[in-house]
């Protein structure tokens, strides 16, 4: 009887969800109910998504990753998130295994949705990055990665690619994997 109940997530996306993450049942309900209040449609806007994760980041400008984000989670490109896209995509960035996570990664990184990523891409996303960081903790950063432009050409040199080459997603994760800097170079973690 408790499927028959508006307000409760369907028992298809309830065990999809339990069989593609770690959550439990009981997580999934609590997730689904917080979800519902947030968010009344079952959706969120790219909009609302970027007021969201403003939030998180309140001495930042985080808009424009925030958007990168959101494309990497919106997997059927309909413009916005439904339930499923998020619960999957908080699963995969925070309890995930490492190949998931890079996995995600590359989507993100992935801006043109071609399966590959060019050195402008990076550049992109670590721009994204750089406006993340908090004015002051860019003086902790070294040297050679102390703007976004330094930051892209040393996560590129990880692939031994070209100028104009392309990574495809094993490469990437491969690089990653093969290299602690360059795990460090495709995020950013606050230091406090």
Request: aromatic share 12%; net charge negative.
């Amino acid at each position: 009887m408790g499927n028959s109940k508006s307000g409760a997530v369907s028992k298809e996306i309830l065990e999809d969800l339990k069989l593609n993450t770690k959550f439990s049942e009981t997580e999934i309900a609590q997730w689904y109910e917080n979800f519902k209040k947030q968010c009344p449609t079952g959706r969120i806007t790219k909009e609302e998504f970027q007021t969201i994760y403003s939030k998180f980041f309140p001495e930042s400008d985080a808009q424009t990753y925030a958007q990168h984000v959101f494309r990497s989670f919106d997997t059927n490109d309909d413009g916005t998130l439904d339930f499923k896209e998020y619960i999957v995509a908080l699963h995969m960035t925070s309890t995930g295994k490492t190949n998931r996570k890079l996995e995600w990664a590359f989507s993100l990184f992935d801006v043109d949705k071609n399966g590959y990523i060019t050195k402008s891409e990076v550049k992109e996303i670590c721009v994204s990055i750089f406006k993340l960081i908090p004015k002051d903790e860019l003086a902790n950063l070294p040297e050679d990665e102390n703007t976004a432009d330094k930051r892209a050409e040393k996560l590129w040199k990880f692939f031994n690619k070209g100028e104009n080459d392309r990574v495809a997603e094993g490469e990437f994760i491969k690089g990653v994997m093969d290299n602690d800097a360059a795990l460090r170079l495709i995020q950013y973690q606050p230091s406090k």
